[in-house]
C-alpha cells in the first residue's frame, strides 16, 4: 500500500447558508454545521483510504464565531495521521460574506474514520500518510496522543497504557 501525501485527499467544500438552515436568530444551526463538516470529512477520509468510511468519532467541536443567514462558508478537510484501520481528519471551518469579506476561522474539530471492506463491510488496512510542511507533521505528532485520550474517554484504553499522555492521568 502505497505512502501518500496530504494534499491528495485534501477536501474543500462550500455553502450558502440559506434561511431553513439558520435557528430564528438567522445564525446557522449548529447541527446543519455538523453535518457538512462530516461530509467534508468523510469524503476526505475516503479518497485517502480508497475506501467507504464511517464515521467514529467527533472531538470537541468548538464554536468560536456565529456564522449568519447569507454568509458563505468554506470547509477544509485533511487527514492528519494514518493508523491501522482508521484516519484522523482535521476540519476547518471559515465563513465570509457574499463579497468573500468579513473572512473568519468559525469551527473547527478532529474526526476519526474506519475505512470499510467493501466484501466483507469491516475494517480494512489504510495507506500511511507523509507529513511534508511543518504544520502536517505537528498534526501528525500530536494525533496519535489525541487518538489515546479518545480511546481512554471511551474506556478502550486504560490511561498507564497511554504511552503518550500517561503522565496526565498517574502521578509518579
Not at 463579497?99 to 480494512?124: M, Y
Not at 489515546?148 to 509518579?172: H, W
Amino acid at each position: 500500500m502505497r505512502e501518500k501525501k496530504v494534499i491528495e485527499s485534501k477536501t474543500v467544500m462550500t455553502e450558502m447558508i440559506m434561511p431553513n438552515d439558520t435557528n430564528p436568530l438567522g445564525n446557522l444551526m449548529g447541527g446543519n454545521l455538523l453535518r457538512w463538516m462530516d461530509i467534508a470529512g468523510g469524503i476526505c477520509a475516503g479518497r485517502h483510504c480508497e475506501a467507504h468510511v464511517v464515521t467514529a468519532s467527533v472531538d470537541h467541536v468548538s464554536f468560536k464565531k456565529p456564522i449568519h443567514v447569507g454568509d458563505v462558508i468554506t470547509i477544509e478537510a485533511t487527514v492528519t495521521r494514518a493508523f491501522k484501520t482508521s484516519v484522523e481528519v482535521n476540519v476547518q471551518v471559515y465563513a465570509a460574506d457574499i463579497k468573500g469579506s468579513q473572512n473568519r476561522r468559525s469551527n473547527s474539530a478532529f474526526f476519526t474514520f474506519v475505512a470499510i471492506d467493501d466484501v466483507e463491510r469491516k475494517p480494512c488496512q489504510v495507506p500511511s500518510l507523509l507529513p511534508l510542511t511543518k504544520e502536517e507533521e505537528e498534526l501528525f505528532a500530536g494525533a496519535l496522543r489525541r487518538r489515546q485520550l479518545r480511546l481512554i474517554l471511551s474506556g478502550r484504553l486504560k490511561p498507564e497504557e497511554a504511552t503518550e499522555i500517561k503522565s496526565l492521568f498517574i502521578n509518579p
